[in-house]
């Protein structure tokens, strides 16, 4: 405040930031309903609670309901590309070192309607999202630190106020699956999820593998700081 009284073009910005904002809200009140939504999923995954967000369809009554082949399809894109990416290496349960035990893993189902804005027929996307079980991680084990920078909506605001007043192009980049391409800093174990009518990836003894994670996976307590790492990195 005390910066914005003595540098009026300061003060002018932010008031011109604050009425940006709320004419985007006022404008497009479904995009801040979509904000709200991605804020909590991401919050739920990245905090490991091992719980989906309130209103996401359930794993099991989606693969049972009307929509059962467009879910089964959307859960083999997502368990295909963490495959393609090499995510984890499989591992027999036997060969799990003393002391670690494996953490459950579990899918969050999302649909939601896209519109192009190009003029063509919205659509529906139905997305499935992998998620591990980061409340069973133990500190000092599977995880050390877990802080990572977040951007607040207000911050994104005012850039934008910025770059409108001053002529400034905007470029926005979108990482697919962002978290997947940070490197695992743990020695941690994952048991497959249990799907019904999907047979899990079996071992010679007949027994399902486990996933021995390579790459950081949502639901990790540390996912959010790997990334934050990795994009630093660069």
Known sequence: R????????AGDLLAR??????????????TEQRDRWDDLLMANAQSGHGA???GAPKVRAALRGKFAAEWKAAIDAEWQQLLQRGTWEWTAASSVPRG???????????????????GSTAHDKFKARL???????????????????????????????????????????????AYLNGDVD???????????????????????????????????????????KTLKGY
């Open 17 to 30: 930031a604050r009425d940006i904002a709320s004419a985007l809200a006022a404008a497009d009140p479904v």
């Open 186 to 228: 743990a020695d941690i174990y994952m048991e497959q999820p249990v799907l019904p009518g999907i047979e899990p990836h079996m071992g010679p003894d007949g027994k399902p593998m486990l996933c021995h994670l390579r790459k950081s996976l949502y639901g990790l307590k540390q996912a959010g700081r790997i990334w934050y």
């Open 2 to 9: 005390s910066g914005a009284a003595h540098c009026p073009a």
């Open 131 to 177: 998620t591990a079980g980061g409340d069973m991680q133990w500190p000092g084990h599977d995880f050390d630190n877990t802080w990572a920078p977040v951007v607040k909506h207000t911050t994104l605001r005012t850039l934008i106020a910025y770059a409108l007043t001053h002529g400034h192009n905007i470029t926005q980049l979108d990482f697919d699956g």
């Open 100 to 118: 670690r035990s494996p953490i459950r893993s579990h899918y969050v189902l999302r649909h939601k309607t896209v519109d192009p804005g190009d």
């Open 52 to 54: 989906a967000p309130e």
